[in-house]
């Protein structure tokens, strides 16, 4: 399926749950989500309908998102069910609060890779950024899963918490085998509140190492991919605000609502929910809605991450 501009829209981010465990500081705060329930969450069949109408009009990779998508218990019925279907670029993207039964059917399960998010290595600015004391918990479930799983770490750059953890994370995705992305704080619902504050771009980190160079794109990524000969590593960027990827971008979102977004940025969607009795119709709403996806994203938006899937 192709947009306005020609872009050939191949990856859809499903988000299947709002629902979260963690309260991180720049996405979903206490007092934003009062309400932790599944209601208006897209039931199974209809994720399953929304995955087949995006298969048919071409969609090649899938991501899994929210919220926390290891919350909803039918996460691995979906992974089968999308798999079956012949998308086998699957992955997801997860804090990694995971215990060992979880780990274990993530292991056996179809998903190509997993992004664990991990902004710092020190247990208490973990506690303080998280809202909870999971450190060794992710750990755990980053050293289980690299050894069977294609991992990549997401740390979210903050000048007072992380941005003298650069190194530290580095060397800590080298010693595990995986590599780290260093993610621009994006000014995105409560991430607004602490932007000013917070905001680190990734070429600020670029000017921390003495030799590094660009390597040519390894897959479609929004990531721009460094070897950093001080660590003898590779290490990505994604820098959403510095050097947004606009004119590349080849991806879609729906919400676990099932509101389907051109892009992160956007307040507006089409709510998939109304379509959903006929596949067809389905499918022919989705391709007449993503014609109208914008050259460029909007500066800012008060839509919340973990709302919308990160
Ligand atoms: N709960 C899962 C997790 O944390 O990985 C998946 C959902 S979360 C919204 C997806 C990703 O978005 C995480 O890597 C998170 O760090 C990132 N994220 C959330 N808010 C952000 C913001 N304002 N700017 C940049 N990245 C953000
Ligand atoms: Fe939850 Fe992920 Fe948002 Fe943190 S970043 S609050 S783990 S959805």
Not at 101 to 118: H, K, T, Y
Not at 154 to 179: G, M, P, Q, R
Not at 196 to 202: A, H, I
Not at 236 to 247: E, K, L, V
């Amino acid at each position: 399926m192709r947009d306005g501009f020609f872009r050939e829209i191949e990856y859809l981010r499903l988000s299947i749950t709002e629902r979260c465990n963690f309260f991180c500081r720049y996405c979903r705060t206490r007092d934003v989500c009062a309400c932790d329930t599944d209601a208006g969450e897209l039931t199974k069949q209809d994720v399953f309908r929304i995955i087949s109408a995006f298969k048919k009009l071409g969609i090649k990779k899938l991501r899994l998102t929210g919220g926390e998508p290891f919350l909803r218990n039918d996460v691995f019925d979906i992974i089968d069910f999308a798999y079956d279907l012949g998308i086998q670029n699957i992955n997801v993207t997860t804090n990694g609060f995971l215990h060992d039964d979880c780990i274990q059917r993530i292991i056996e399960s179809r998903l190509s890779g997993v992004n664990i998010s991990l902004d710092t290595l020190d247990r208490q600015k973990y506690r303080e950024l998280t809202g909870v004391d999971g450190l060794d918990v992710v750990v755990n479930a980053i050293q289980t899963l690299s050894r069977v799983k294609r991992v990549k770490l997401n740390a979210v750059l903050l000048k007072t918490v992380n941005f003298d953890e650069v190194e530290d994370l580095i060397l800590f995705a080298k010693s595990n085998n995986v590599v780290v992305r260093f993610i621009e704080l994006m000014p995105i619902g409560v991430a607004n509140r602490i932007f000013e504050k917070e905001f680190v771009s990734t070429h600020d980190v670029l000017k921390k190492f003495k030799d590094f160079q660009r390597i040519d794109d390894r897959e479609k990524s929004v990531a721009k991919y460094y070897y950093i000969k001080d660590f003898d590593s590779v290490v990505g960027f994604i820098n959403a605000i510095s050097d947004h990827f606009c004119s590349r971008c080849n991806k879609v979102r729906v919400s676990s609502k099932g509101i389907l977004y051109n892009c992160l940025f956007d307040e507006d969607g089409l709510d998939l929910k109304e379509h959903l009795s006929s596949e067809d119709v389905l499918a022919e709403r989705i391709k007449q809605f993503v014609m109208k996806k914008k050259f460029t994203r909007s500066a800012t938006t008060n839509a919340m991450m973990f709302k919308i899937g990160g």
